[in-house]
């Protein structure tokens, strides 16, 4: 079967670092990917990780541990633009299974 | 280039009606899938399509049907709508069908809002 969690929702402030767990099982596993969409909008890519470790790309990190089936999304700096949701998606066998997102509130 | 176009952005439906969403992919792109979001189920994957052959579905009724044409243009139908199927449906494009690289992910048009009344 397919289950990827994800916290719901979070809160932090501006400035602050934020991290984003995600958690998954699933039947063959090709990637794991991030997106981000804000609301009313497209989700747009954020990173994608095959190999285990920690892809930095600015002011966003993504992490991949293979055999513990957990992924974190690290956001540093944050911004009040950084408010949106969060989607954790797992590529199985040949196909795209996301998590129900995690919401992300920014405040001042 | 342009990306992801879904047309109609918005659209009212009555129940038992049926209706049609439209993709173009970006240039060049030959997977388009097409996935239902609502607010407690999140993005639930529906199917897709690469060279005009359904590669994968997921786990949705008959009622849920698609197809992709030679241009890479893909249409989705839903028939006999319900209350349920009220939902954002999005359309995504890639170079090639899955297993994708980073360089070959997914990219997502703005959406069409259908709401079944």
């Known amino acids: 079967g397919q289950n990827i969690d994800q916290p719901t929702e979070m809160t932090a402030t501006e400035g602050a670092i934020v991290q984003i767990n995600c958690t998954y099982q699933?039947?063959?596993?090709?990637?794991l990917f991030w997106y981000q969409q804000h609301a009313g909008e497209a989700p747009t890519f954020l990173s994608y990780n095959v190999l285990d470790g920690l892809e930095e790309k600015g002011r966003f990190s993504s992490f991949l541990s293979r055999s513990k089936g957990y992924s974190y999304l690290l956001l540093k700096e944050l911004q009040m633009k950084d408010s949106a949701s969060y989607l954790c998606a797992v590529e199985g066998f040949q196909k795209l299974v996301f998590g129900t997102g995690t919401r992300l509130l920014v405040s001042p | 280039k342009a990306g992801v176009t879904q047309t109609p952005r918005y659209l009212i439906k009555t129940r038992g009606q049926q209706v049609t969403l439209s993709c173009s992919p970006i240039s060049g792109h030959r997977s388009v899938s097409w996935y239902q979001q609502t607010p407690g189920q999140g993005l639930q994957f529906l199917f897709e399509?690469?060279?005009?052959?359904?590669?994968n579905k997921g786990n949705f009724p008959g009622r849920f049907s698609g197809r992709q044409f030679s241009n890479s243009r893909s249409e989705m139908n839903v028939s006999t709508l319900e209350l349920g199927d009220s939902a954002l449906y999005l359309c995504?494009?890639?170079?090639?069908?899955?297993?994708?690289?980073?360089?070959?992910?997914?990219?997502f048009g703005e959406g069409s809002w259908l709401t079944v009344v």
């Open positions: 399509y690469f060279s005009e052959t359904q590669r």
């Open positions: 995504a494009s890639s170079l090639v069908s899955s297993p994708r690289q980073s360089g070959n992910t997914i990219y």
């Open positions: 699933t039947s063959g596993f090709n990637g």
